[in-house]
């Protein structure tokens, strides 16, 4: 596939023509090659193809910013366990030793081929690497990555889901993943043994990031327990490297469970270090909160108080039918839907922060820029959708009538009802 830049001659002008968008102006858009060229109304007259938006919403596509492709879609490999995240984790053992890459990459393609369809063209996946699969998870998602080149874009981050002090040789693996294709360090701290090893952990990850000049991304305190408290480590490393700005922390669900005082001290200071967090709402509201009777806890973050303070909040679809969560797409509109209802977000702005969540947030997070975005010079990653604005195109939960990557359509959904009368 050639890519065109604006203003080469070969490249075909289209236009999506009476289009609405968030604050509800109606606008053409003019796409030439893989950008776009104009919006505004009447943008479109010198387009030489136009499709009528017939004034539906048209969105950036989704980024959705935390994933495991690797694990997708193997739910039925598995044995059933109690629903923990230590279970799940000791059920998926012996289905990651047994990996081989061409299986891998056709659960990963499979998966980022659903997320098109509906909607994602962008995908931040954490990839296992660690002693019981070796580099085959890697192997496998970059394949898939190069397979889906057409239609999205995915950024790969080398996850030591065993630990590294707990899993010896995962930190060697981890280098020798970012050496061969991975380009975001993650970690997941808590996982070890004690504060001492947890912080070694946060240490080691951004030790390999500084030696690649790479972004963090790392699951943070994906516990019910309030007492672990690796978010507050991560947030010093950061500030000790002068990494403000480059780092995401998925999940920090034991942030609901600590008191008010270190809640309010870690916000700050991760607005302070400018960490976006990642909420997984629709994963963690089966995984949490397993032995609570009663009132049970949601398995969430404190997204209302991290969002009041100013910290960005994105939501992720984290897993998708494997030994953690066995549902999910790789449908971004469910995951605003789902994770409006873990967080209360149910005012007309608050749903509009569950839309940010999924677009304009983890596009920050990604550090995409001008690029992105319904905006002159922004590339044309767009979606379409029927209904004219976002709260109903979240109610209704229709998939996008078309997807565009790179100014190119790549998907198309048609529905159809038909009420039948007796």
Request: proline content about 3%; aromatic content about 4%.
């Given at each position: 596939m050639t890519l065109r830049r604006v203003g080469d001659p070969r490249a075909v002008r289209a236009a999506i023509v009476d289009a609405t968008?968030?604050?509800?102006?109606?606008?053409?858009?003019?796409?030439?090659?893989?950008q776009?060229?104009?919006?505004?109304?009447?943008?479109?007259?010198?387009?030489?193809?136009?499709?009528?938006?017939?004034?539906?919403?048209?969105?950036?596509?989704?980024?959705?910013?935390?994933?495991?492709?690797?694990?997708?879609l193997i739910r039925d490999q598995l044995v059933e366990h109690d629903g923990t995240l230590q279970g799940a984790i000791g059920a998926i053992h012996a289905a990651k030793r047994a990996y081989d890459v061409e299986d891998v990459r056709r659960r990963a393609r499979a998966v980022i081929e659903s997320s098109?369809?509906?909607?994602?063209t962008r995908l931040r996946s954490h990839v296992d690497v660690d002693t019981v699969g070796g580099l085959v998870p890697l192997e496998g998602v970059?394949?898939?990555?190069?397979?889906?080149?057409?239609?999205?874009?995915?950024?790969?981050?080398?996850?030591?889901?065993?630990?590294?002090?707990?899993?010896?040789?995962?930190?060697?693996?981890?280098?020798?993943?970012?050496?061969?294709?991975?380009?975001?360090?993650?970690?997941?701290?808590?996982?070890?043994?004690?504060?001492?090893?947890?912080?070694?952990?946060?240490?080691?990850?951004?030790?390999?990031?500084?030696?690649?000049?790479?972004?963090?991304?790392?699951?943070?305190?994906?516990?019910?327990?309030?007492?672990?408290?690796?978010?507050?480590?991560v947030v010093e490393e950061t500030e000790r490297r002068g990494w403000q700005g480059r780092v995401t922390v998925g999940h920090v669900c034991s942030l609901s469970a600590a008191d008010d005082a270190y809640a309010g001290t870690v916000i700050a200071g991760c607005l302070r270090a400018g960490i976006t967090v990642v909420s997984n709402p629709v994963t963690n509201l089966v995984i949490q909160g397993r032995a609570d009777r009663g009132l049970v806890r949601r398995g969430t973050t404190r997204v209302r108080e991290l969002i009041a303070a100013g910290v960005p909040?994105?939501?992720?679809?984290?897993?998708?039918?494997?030994?953690?969560?066995?549902?999910?797409?790789?449908?971004?509109?469910?995951?605003?839907?789902?994770?409006?209802?873990?967080?209360?977000?149910?005012?007309?702005?608050?749903?509009?922060?569950?839309?940010?969540?999924?677009?304009?947030?983890p596009a920050a997070a990604w550090r995409l820029g001008p690029a992105y975005g319904v905006a002159l010079g922004a590339r044309a990653d767009l979606q379409l959708y029927a209904a004219t604005n976002w709260p109903e195109v979240m109610r209704l939960q229709d998939p996008p009538r078309q997807v565009w990557f790179r100014g190119r359509p790549v998907a198309r959904t048609t529905v159809t009802r038909e009420l039948l009368q007796g």
């Open positions: 968008l968030t604050d509800g102006a109606r606008v053409d858009v003019l796409l030439e090659g893989e776009i060229l104009g919006v505004g109304p009447g943008a479109g007259a010198q387009a030489e193809s136009r499709l009528d938006a017939a004034g539906g919403l048209l969105l950036p596509t989704y980024v959705d910013t935390h994933v495991h492709l690797d694990k997708a098109v369809l509906t909607g994602t970059l394949a898939a990555a190069r397979d889906c080149a057409g239609i999205a874009e995915v950024q790969v981050i080398a996850f030591p889901q065993e630990g590294i002090l707990r899993d010896r040789g995962a930190g060697d693996l981890m280098v020798a993943a970012m050496e061969n294709g991975a380009t975001v360090v993650g970690g997941m701290p808590h996982w070890e043994t004690g504060e001492d090893d947890q912080r070694e952990h946060v240490r080691l990850c951004f030790e390999i990031a500084a030696r690649f000049d790479a972004d963090v991304d790392m699951h943070v305190d994906e516990t019910d327990d309030g007492s672990v408290r690796t978010l507050a480590m909040v994105a939501f992720g679809q984290d897993c998708v039918k494997d030994g953690f969560y066995p549902f999910g797409r790789g449908d971004m509109l469910e995951v605003a839907l789902v994770s409006a209802h873990a967080a209360h977000l149910a005012t007309v702005d608050e749903q509009h922060l569950a839309l940010a969540a999924v677009t304009t947030v």
